[in-house]
């Protein structure tokens, strides 16, 4: 039940194109979902975050869509940069986080 | 403030031996968080501090393993006894008092035993 589960596991995109990861879980009690964003041989930096009261948070190119009745979200990334390439953490929150597997993206240019 | 600072960023250790990591968290911030991160995994949680109080361990948590936070501050991890199982980043966080906002993590202590 306390488990986060993020798909896909690995994501090749094109630059200029729109990256999309979701998460699902279980618990009811989580009330706060953040995502991450990590680098090789970096610690995870927060990317963006939505409590379950909202169904969408966009901060620049980066969106968050929450489905509350599914417990479901997503990240969805527009207008993909080799910069993005990246790992990409889901996580779920209720006195601590619970991460997701993560999700490797890569963008060609 | 810089962020949350670990120290050290690389530990090289034989079995056996023991370790101490140290983190300085975010000043204002009451939560400290540990965890522990494997190559291609997600970080899984090892145990965290509301203040000087450890509220929470991990019960995957060996008890070779133990967390202090003496004076709600800074924060060391100690692994005695490693084992090459034991290799893997680990992270410190922090947040203000409550869980549910943002944590924000350090650049971690890469650990390996030999």
């Known amino acids: 039940q306390q488990q986060v589960k993020q798909s896909p596991q690995s994501l090749i995109v094109q630059k200029g194109g729109i990256s999309i990861i979701n998460c699902a879980y279980e618990?009811?009690?989580?009330?706060?979902f953040p995502w991450y964003q990590q680098f090789p041989g970096k610690g995870p930096a927060l990317l963006i975050a939505i409590r379950p009261d909202v169904s969408e948070k966009k901060e620049g190119r980066f969106t968050i869509s929450f489905n509350k009745s599914a417990k479901q979200f997503s990240l969805h990334i527009m207008d993909s940069q080799p910069g993005d390439s990246a790992t990409y953490f889901c996580?779920?929150?209720?006195?601590?986080?619970?991460f997701g597997t993560g999700t490797r993206l890569q963008v060609f240019p | 403030d810089t962020g949350v600072s670990q120290d050290p960023r690389h530990k090289i250790t034989k079995r056996g031996q023991n370790v101490t990591f140290r983190c300085d968290p975010i000043s204002e911030h009451n939560r400290l968080y540990w965890y522990r991160q494997t190559l291609g995994q997600g970080p899984e949680f090892l145990t965290y501090f509301q203040n000087e109080a450890q509220l929470e361990k991990s019960r995957l948590l060996s008890d070779r393993f133990s967390a202090e936070r003496p004076k709600g501050s800074f924060s060391t991890l100690e692994i005695q006894r490693t084992e090459q199982g034991d290799s893997a980043m680990y992270l410190c966080a922090s947040s203000e008092w409550t869980g549910n906002t943002e944590a924000f993590f350090g650049q971690g202590t890469r650990l390996t035993v030999v």
């Open positions: 996580a779920a929150v209720t006195d601590k986080l619970i």
């Open positions: 618990n009811t009690a989580f009330d706060y």
